[in-house]
């Protein structure tokens, strides 16, 4: 059932007389009483004359404004008339990107999107550095402030595409990684990097746009969604409530794949989830011809088995400038199954032939010659993106198994995995299985949850049900640290092989026998 | 059962480690569950670093500084060592003057005094005056910040006395009438003076004193004193948790006399109030030779049967420089008792003889001759003075009737009649029952209560059962409005004789039948 984070609640109050010489606002709260279970609303200070007087002046009658906080009902405003769009803000506070939906919180309808590069990336491209930027001198200031512009603009945006203004912004959801809602909440990342990576909250209670300036509604609320760790952010929780891990009777697995890759296994009884560092190789714009996931990236790579030819497919059909995260993965699936890169995803020289360049950091192949290109120039794969990548799949394949097996869970166990991220959406997890990043279990086990990451704020906006699970979520949430994780060490050595050091755990995959 | 606004909580938690990653503050809170009957705390977003950082930096162990707010916990702080005193402040926000002690808030000990005029009376000197200047230009915000000045001198100087800083003050309860508060939390108090009285709110909400830059820790809890009228306010209130009214089987009253006269009656069951402009007569500082009382106040006068000379007792036993409330009634029984006015409060020349003197003002009464006066001129009572006090009692009795009355109580079924205020402490009942002013009871039956305005704002600092007592005390007073009341016009007619029109209601008071 939905009961958004922000509601409209109507108001016909008796006008006071001597008889009834109840204060304005207490009349208010009061005649509120039957549509909040008996439970008085509080008034934040600031709030106190406005929402009085303009009950007031509309006659004491109109609709309240009333945010459901966890410590219960906010009453925040009185209009006179209904808004146009009692509008919240759901956003996807991401490292690189920001991407946020306006949501009728009445109809519940997604109204607007809206994306934007993070402007933090001038103070640092990832996570790590700008932990380290922060903590010196103004820079925690400098990267809030960045991302709070971000934010304002994003909100600038979505308001102007409905024609409102930014007052008619009543709440945002926010879900991030754990470093990104500290410095969307202007706390200090120092221990989220340094060891046992303790965050400075985890659960931060609602606060209002005004205590971070965000333009909307000062009242309006702002509801974070918690986080387990330093590595296990509030993204991750909104993939838990996106595909209902945490609910359901059989063991399943979340999975999120970025410059970290973050795991949870479960079911409704218990969850345990870890992350560890899965390296840049799967994040578009990383790797030398990486990109983001847009116009001319190649999303899917297939090897013309006769031919021996790449079919590349690129977003919107363009012409190859570069390659996505899933397009990388395919495309190194297809280089072994071609037998153009071995076991250990070294370029065979012999047989990549004349597509194998000699570039300043080594061998590159070409994927796609430079005459068939969107830029003028070769995309190409070099010895450099292949190393980085074994890395990445090895890191991911050693987390899924040190996890299941911490819990003694096989991957024969396990009902259904979730890819979220955009990861999820475009990775082919026959190629991944084919690379060993995924384990070889019946394709129809996975299912992308999409960007879970939004959908999970959307739901915050939306359900009052969803904002109470998912701070009982993270209490229930065992959380294993492999940062210093000694079998998580060794399974990944084993692992830096395609598809496997112990190729019987892939059946599924040609095993070449080198 | 003491729990105070404010608690230091002790908090001794396990350093973080890999295997237990808990955030900072989620930490914290968790470890208070205990002492929280199992409520988690809110932190306010202004206080979530500092809260965060100050546990991690005292190594997880110290004292958690946790308001009592009515929607719950609040953690607001946290400090390695105990303070020297865990200081709150009680504050009677009068209309002409401040008083205010510091209260350990552990031990319960009040340890300081300040007082202070109302700066406001540069703007009006009495609440009518003020209302009119305040919803002009910036008046509201004017007399918004006099009281807080004034409030922040009096932290200043309490602060002082014990060697503590601004920062130690943790909590502030303040009882007022409706139309300070208002002054005090920036409300516009236009509608408090016009029909049909109306607050634009009784029972503020609980606010921090960085919200109204009061001298004090910004987190420190700011509890105002719910009210249940423009003309019935948080200091009766006081009133009513010092008295125990509200609690007893046996039906009780309560009066506060000022420029307003404030009753409510009543027992467990029910409670009726009422408030009704008794006029300027009463209130020390208003009558021509009235004065506060202070040192050289004339507080008590008696009539020498046998010589005829009055015996005035003077605060501090100094010499008499004016006539303080209590003294008035005092002074005006005795001229009457003494046949130098007559029943309607008329100068009777022959008995006066030449202690009358002719003023522009009219005849006045020498009540000390200058020679013996401490002023160097003689402390008189005018005509003028005697009409107003007239007025004001006649006010008064008529209130107390008029109340009464409309509940089917008599005077007789009263088992307690409580006093409250300056009045209350300095009056005698005997010589208010010979004006007419009280009505003709037992004299055990009244009862002075002090300054239970001070003493309800250190109870609620104090006594969480204060906190709720007094938020449903407001909502079972059946408020009744005198000033549009026509039976209440008919009583104060007959009320304007010595001691009434049928001085049979009056037996123990003598009847010179004129």
Known sequence: MMKPLVQLLAVEASPPSLQDNTGDL???????????????PAVPFARTAAVAESFRRAGFKGLAVVNDLLTGPELVDFLAAPPKVLAGVALDLGTTHLEATLVDLVSGEILARADRANSQIAFGADILSR????????????????????????????AAELGLELVDLRGIAVSGNTTMVHFFLRLNPYHLCREPYIPLVNAPDPCHAGDLALAMHPAAVVWVLPSVGSYFGGDLISGILASGLDQAEQTSMLIDVGTNAEVVLGNREW?????????????????????????????????????????????GNEPARGICGSGIIDLVAALYLGRIIDARGKFRRAAAGDRLLATPEGPAFVVVPAEEAGGGRPVTIGQVDLDALMRSKAAMYSILTTLTNQVGVGFADIHRIFVAGAFGRHIDPRQAITLGMLPDLPLATY???????????????????????????????????????QEFMLRFSGAKFIPHTDHTLFPSVPFFGE
């Open 26 to 40: 207490d009349r208010l709260k009061k005649s509120l009483l039957p549509q909040l279970a008996g439970q008085l």
């Open 447 to 485: 299912q992308p949850v999409g960007n879970s990451s939004l959908d999970g704020a959307r739901r915050i906006l939306l359900e009052q049900a969803s904002r109470h699970r998912c701070r009982q979520l993270v209490q229930k949430i065992t959380y294993i640290e492999l940062n210093v994780n």
């Open 271 to 315: 969850l345990v989830a870890c992350a560890g560092a899965a390296g840049p190789a799967l994040e578009g714009g990383v790797a030398r011809m990486g990109m983001r996931a847009g116009p001319g990236a190649i999303e899917h790579v297939a090897l013309d088995a006769k031919s021996g030819a790449f079919r590349c497919q690129t977003i």
């Open 131 to 158: 932990i380290h930027f922060a903590v010196k001198g103004d820079g925690l200031l400098q990267l809030h402030r960045a991302v709070i512009d971000d934010i304002n603009h994003l909100c600038e945006e979505l």
